[in-house]
């Protein structure tokens, strides 16, 4: 089972975020660069997630929506910067309800006896940015992402 931590910092324009799985980091990171999974496990539970652009490389753009339950649909997009591999991912974030306010994310995965930490450093514009996103309810999206996400690991780890 996995333990999220989110850590924003007063005073620092960022959030970090730690989770562990029991699963082998090629598996966790193939999670996380297979749209098919993907859309399986990030975000709330309740939403229905659609990408619409996914090329996880050097340049590649991405773009997904989600839509709740009261038929909102909300538009995130963002664009990765080198290739992504199993030691980590690097790309920009942004919702496109608050156009031009991008974080800068990367992701890094390490395996440790067949289990993967999963460190999240996202890196906002300013204070204000961050404040935001903390105050926008990311919190839960992550924490039921990151339970979609241990189920859908222990599911492929059985196969």
């Known amino acids: 089972m996995s333990k999220v931590q989110i ?12 989770q562990e799985f029991d699963a082998p980091r090629e598996l966790v990171f193939r999670a996380y660069t297979d749209p098919d999974l993907l859309v399986r496990w990030l975000g709330p539970r309740e939403q229905k997630m659609t990408i619409d652009r996914f090329e996880p490389r050097d340049g590649g753009r991405w773009r997904y929506t989600s839509v709740g ?10 664009v990765f910067h080198g290739d992504p591999t199993v030691d980590g991912i690097l790309q920009t974030f942004e919702y496109e309800g608050m156009p031009g306010h991008v974080s800068l994310e990367k992701t890094v995965f390490e395996e440790h006896d067949g289990r993967t930490l999963v460190r999240g450093l996202a890196v906002y514009q300013s204070l204000e940015d961050r404040d935001g996103m903390v105050a926008s309810g990311m919190e839960s999206g992550v924490r039921d992402g990151d339970e979609r996400l241990t189920e859908l690991l222990a599911e492929l780890v059985s196969r």
């Open 7 to 18: 850590t924003a910092e007063p005073g620092m324009p960022h959030i970090v975020i730690t």
């Open 69 to 78: 339950p009261d038929g909102v649909e909300h538009g995130f997009r963002g």
